[in-house]
Each structure stands twice: as C-alpha cells, then as structure tokens.
C-alpha cells in the first residue's frame, strides 16, 4: 500500500501522510525507489486483527 493509502486510512493527507512516515511514525519498507507501507503493520497500527481464526 503507498503512503498516501495508508494516510487516507488514517485521516491524513497526502504531506502528513509522508512526515508521519519521515518520522518512523508509519512503518514502510522502500522497494525501489517507492515507500511502501506494508498492510500487516498498518493493520497492527490501527488495532486490527492480523490473524485468521475461521480455520
């Protein structure tokens, strides 16, 4: 997911969204030259369930 995704997820905008992950307040992984916010740790971060339990 890119940063602004996950900042709109948040209620951020766009320039918040990328000083927020500037400031390791939103967990990303560079891939390439993209930012990239990977979904489990967003999902950590607004207090989601990550785990399946309809096994």
Request: proline residues 5%; hydrophobic residues 45%; charged residues 25%.
């Amino acid at each position: 997911m890119t940063v602004p995704e996950a900042g709109r997820l948040l209620g951020l905008e766009r320039a918040a969204s990328y000083n927020a992950a500037r400031r390791k307040e939103i967990p990303t992984i560079t891939v390439g030259r993209r930012l990239l916010v990977p979904t489990a740790k967003l999902r950590a971060l607004l207090g989601l369930d990550t785990t399946d339990t309809a096994a």
